[in-house]
Nanobody, 126 residues
Framework: QVQLVESGGGSVQPGGSLRLSCAVS????????MAWFRQAPGKEREGVAG????????HYVYSVRGRFTISQDNSQSTVFLQIDSLRPEDTAIYYC???????????????????WGQGTQVTVSP
């Protein structure tokens, strides 16, 4: 059974940085693709970054390119999301997610995104 546990959220000032971590256990072919989603208050959940665990290929939504970096450790047991130049609009709950196909796991559909973590809160304010 796949388990995803996020950590690293917190409260930061605009312009700051955070590094989110997602510990992966029970990895199978259903975790070939890993992604980070976020859900801001009153908004739908959106996929912001994805990585193919096999070769490290990455994909980002346009709005976060240049500020967000997704990566994994050598053992592929942890996936990270480095967030730089944080803005108040980055305030959201950030979720780690795993699916079988890259980059389709960034869609958030039931078939392509079957495994989710519990989320970690990121708050950006002066």
């Amino acid at each position: 059974q796949v388990q995803l546990v996020e950590s690293g959220g917190g409260s930061v000032q605009p312009g700051g940085s955070l590094r989110l971590s997602c510990a992966v256990s029970g990895a199978t072919s259903s975790t070939n693709c890993m992604a980070w989603f976020r859900q801001a208050p009153g908004k739908e959940r959106e996929g912001v970054a994805g990585i193919y665990r096999g070769d490290g290929r990455t994909h980002y939504v346009y709005s976060v390119r240049g500020r967000f970096t997704i990566s994994q450790d050598n053992s592929q047991s942890t996936v990270f999301l480095q967030i730089d130049s944080l803005r108040p609009e980055d305030t959201a709950i950030y979720y780690c997610e795993a699916g079988p196909r890259f980059p389709l796991c960034m869609l958030g559909t039931r078939a392509e995104s079957p495994n989710w973590g519990q989320g970690t809160q990121v708050t950006v304010s002066p």
